[in-house]
């Protein structure tokens, strides 16, 4: 009979408290002017707790999205910090660590016996150190930084919760099928499907969680033996059944987000998948070189197709191992199912791909890289001299620090907006990123930066044959007008007028007319701008 034992509890408790450890930094961060601000900032909607609240977060989308939960913990956490950022950061913070907690839990349960099959004299003394291995693999990562410290990503972590909730029920629910414990199997079921339908509600990626529930059946459960295929099956039908009605809500609310197909042929699209699920591979197994934003050229270049070739072979390389070697295939694919919803495919916005989309995926690779070091470790203890596999422990605790040090220095990138799109400027000198560092720089004050900012987005765009950039001249102009530069702040005012005669912009252009001395002109500025008095929206 299976249980969990003390000592899993306290190697899932030192995993977590290790993970909450390594992302305390993230408590300094501040918000960041992208999402945050309609997340958060700008959403009158969570700063009242109460019964309009939950009709609002069930019945609207929040940023093109449906999700409730998400809505309601930001009124939450509203409710006790108001918009200081600490609160929300602590949030995130402890939300992640029990999801590193869980992941102990789920290890525990997915090999445990195949661990004590294999070795069984050793396998007590091998077990603390695989599920701590696997807890911190996948709870100190760098690629769950953006998760973490990025308030707006409360969404990823909160699904983690109930998402690794309903795979550790799941698994209750099937060993107790399969004789393994004793228990109420029907209870565990029902929790597991809860805790699924929870999952939605914070952020609709887990749609594909019946089809990784399936693949863990396969493999490491062992449970699709002939005669049982169709119960089995049928265990999925309330999932799938949730999941499907959870994808239409999904696409009917993010229609006005997706690149149309006028815009972007599947075969670029299959093509921009493929590049994705290059690098998710690439920087699970190597953590270098993490932006916080990856942008998608205007015209996708010969090395996506490159990439997407070389995940393609290598994934029928996966099936052709697959046959023997199980825990090849059932790895991959526990990978790459739940990245389907945020591959190109679907794609929205001008992201590639990004590192938040692989808090999910990371979770089965974390526990089976874990298990096959361990299983190596033991294999050659056996054929060597019984001290020499033990410095494997080395390289391991480098490795272990190196995520710590590389996570510990991303979470600086999320201190505030500057030093956010600066990353971004590092590794892609983009438009995007100079205009929203321009307008930060802007709103702190710091003119003969926020001006050299927009300035080089105005000729990245230019370059490129934008056109609608007049909103990053109205910027610019708002920086030379507060650095007294009124007659160069007055000619960037009417670009952008002559581009979108905008309420606001002929209210900032009276600004600069009035401090310039031209007070005629100015007033009949503010005549054209109304009632419009606010700062320009960024």
Known sequence: MKSISNGTLKIALAVALITLIVYLQALTCGFVLWDDPDYILYNTAIR???????????????????????????AIDYRFWGLEPIGYHLTNILLHAINSFLVVLIADRLFWKRLEEYAPSEH????????????????????R????????????????????????????????????????????????????????????????????????????????????????????????????????????????????????????????????????????????GILPFYVLPKTIPYVFAVKTAAAAVFSCYCIYLGRKRHWVLATWLAFVLPLLPVLGFTQNGEQAFAARFTYLPAVFPSIVAAAAITMAFTKARRTTNRYVPYLVVVPLAF?????????????????????????????????????????????TGNYPAAIYDLTTAIDIATNAGLLDIYNVYALRGDALSHAGRYEEAVNDFNVAIAMSPRPVYFYHRGLALKAWGRLKEANNDFERAGNERGAIDW
């Open 124 to 143: 007590q003394h091998l077990r603390p150190g695989m599920l701590l291995l696997a807890g911190l693999l996948f709870g100190i990562h760098p690629l």
């Open 48 to 74: 009242h707790l109460d019964w309009n609240l939950l009709v609002a977060a069930f019945t609207k989308p929040t940023v093109s999205f449906w999700m409730p939960l998400t809505s309601i913990s930001f």
């Open 145 to 288: 930084v953006e998760s973490v410290a990025w308030v707006t990503e409360r969404k990823d972590v909160l699904n983690g919760l109930f998402s690794l909730g309903a795979i550790l029920c799941y698994l209750r629910y099937a060993q107790v099928k399969e004789g393994v414990e004793k228990g109420n199997a029907t209870r565990a079921y029902l929790f597991s499907l809860v805790l699924f339908i929870l999952s939605l509600m914070a952020k609709s990626v887990s749609v594909v969680l019946p089809a990784m529930l399936l693949v863990a059946d396969w493999y490491p459960l062992g449970r699709m033996r002939k005669g049982k295929l169709l119960r089995i099956m049928a265990e999925k039908v309330p999932y799938l059944i949730i999941a499907a009605a959870m994808t239409f809500v999904t696409i009917i609310m993010a229609d006005d987000i997706m690149v149309p197909g006028s815009e972007l042929s599947y075969g670029l699209r299959g093509i921009i998948a493929g590049n994705g699920l290059f690098e998710y591979g690439r920087l699970l197994l190597w953590p270098v």
């Open 399 to 443: 490795l272990l620090l190196f995520y710590a040090g590389t996570t510990l220095r991303l979470i600086n990138v999320w201190k505030n907006t500057g030093t956010l799109w600066s990353r971004v400027i590092d590794g892609q000198p983009i438009g995007r990123a100079y205009k929203d560092r321009g307008a930060y720089y802007l709103t």
